[in-house]
């Protein structure tokens, strides 16, 4: 405690700067899924019970739609009667865009899919999975209150169980089958009372620092956040401390995290909802089977799926300063692009959180601040030096 508390007071000792981000990409209105491209087939990646539909099919179907509010419609098919041994169709769309180490995303939702055998996420990936890293920002299953955040990479990468964050640490090894996992406690990020409470914000900080995710419910969005525009830039300086913090101090984010696609997809049952004793848990009596598929994806479709359904107002992408386009590396497909990434690794630009001991890096005690290359010679230094005289005196 004492050497933390020294190196504290040499951190509170640095001045630190203002972390500002220029927007690249934002999908909104009626242009909202210009630069995604449909799933088009069954979910064989999560063996979930759904189709996931193609462009043009999602469309006609009204599965996936912008309504008059100007938010787009992502669900599941709600209308069918599916006979067993039948999927229900549902979405997946991923972007056209990659976006690299250096990146921030900010999402404004006023519904999110859940229900029985419900399992919705919205989360980016490289082109290899796990090998180029996986960030899941927002994802439940069934009748879970609190939404989850999660990273998948290949091993060597870990939660660093110390780091400052509002959220609750739970598997620390990210290349377990559930990654390394840490819960929302913050109210309303789920369920019945995300909507009710008006929906939420997500942000999430893609940096060679680490990666950091802010949730915060309708009555609690910063003011930078509640004042950018499609154009402008964002400063983070207003976030506070994160729901999960991911380090750089356990996981060197570069080495395990390429340019990321960012996704949204709905699917049922399948290999974490539908597993028999998570689903019985908290749906036992949704049906007479007690199974995932039986009691819920055959059958009519509705009411069991009137609420499983995204609806979005924005999603921003950003970058810090302007971006510097690289060619597209092996596995990013023909056509798409890959944007707000760097010809070569940016300095870190946010450490937004206290240190351990509850003394704080921010200069107003609760946002975050930027740490630059030169700062962190400054942290080491001085570190070393106040280590070096707590030693001292204790040998005194």
């Not at 220029?22 to 009626?30: I, L, P």
């Not at 055998?117 to 180029?132: E, I, Q, R």
Request: proline content about 6%; aromatic content about 12%.
């Amino acid at each position: 405690m004492i050497v933390r508390a020294a190196v504290g007071l040499c951190v509170l000792a640095i001045a630190l700067q203002v972390a500002a981000y220029d927007v690249v990409r934002e999908y909104s209105g009626n242009t909202f899924f210009d630069r995604w491209d449909f799933y088009g087939s069954w979910d064989n990646l999560t063996l979930g019970d759904v189709w996931w539909q193609d462009r043009a099919t999602a469309m006609s179907t009204g599965l996936a739609y912008v309504n008059e509010a100007g938010s787009a419609i992502m669900k599941v098919d709600n209308t069918t009667n599916v006979p067993f041994n039948d999927k229900r169709n549902s979405i997946r769309i991923t972007t056209q865009d990659f976006y690299g180490v250096g990146s921030l995303w900010i999402v404004d939702i006023t519904h999110i899919p859940y229900g029985c055998s419900v399992w919705p996420a919205f989360w980016t990936k490289g082109p290899t999975w796990p090998d180029n890293g996986e960030i899941d920002i927002i994802e439940g299953i069934n009748l879970n209150t609190n939404n989850q955040y999660a990273l998948h990479t290949t091993g060597g990468c870990f939660k660093d169980a110390s780091a400052i964050q509002t959220g609750a640490t739970g598997v620390t090894d990210c290349s377990q089958p559930s990654g390394c996992v840490v819960q929302e406690t913050g109210r309303n990020s789920y369920r019945e009372g995300f909507a009710a409470a008006g929906g939420g914000v997500w942000a999430t900080q893609f940096d060679v620092a680490g990666i950091f995710i802010w949730f915060w419910s309708r009555p609690n969005i910063p003011a930078s956040i509640l004042q950018a525009t499609s154009t402008s830039p964002i400063d983070v300086s207003d976030f506070g401390v994160p729901s999960a913090s991911y380090p750089v101090s356990r996981c060197n984010i570069p080495q395990y995290f390429t340019a990321q696609q960012i996704v949204f997809d709905i699917t049922l049952c399948g290999n974490w909802a539908g597993i028999p004793s998570l689903y019985q848990a908290q749906c036992l009596n949704q049906g007479p089977t007690g199974t995932c598929y039986q009691d819920n994806v055959v059958g009519s479709g509705s009411p069991k799926y009137d609420e499983a359904y995204f609806e979005v107002k924005y999603l921003r992408a950003y970058t810090t300063g302007a971006p510097a386009p690289t060619p597209a590396s092996g596995g990013i497909a023909s056509g798409s692009s890959l944007v707000a990434t760097f010809a070569s690794v940016p300095e870190p630009t946010i450490i937004p959180t206290s240190l351990p001991g509850g003394i704080n890096t921010s200069p107003n005690g609760s946002s975050a601040g930027l740490i630059t290359a030169d700062v962190w010679k400054g942290i080491i230094l001085a570190s070393t030096v106040g280590i070096g005289l707590v030693l001292v005196l204790l040998i005194l």
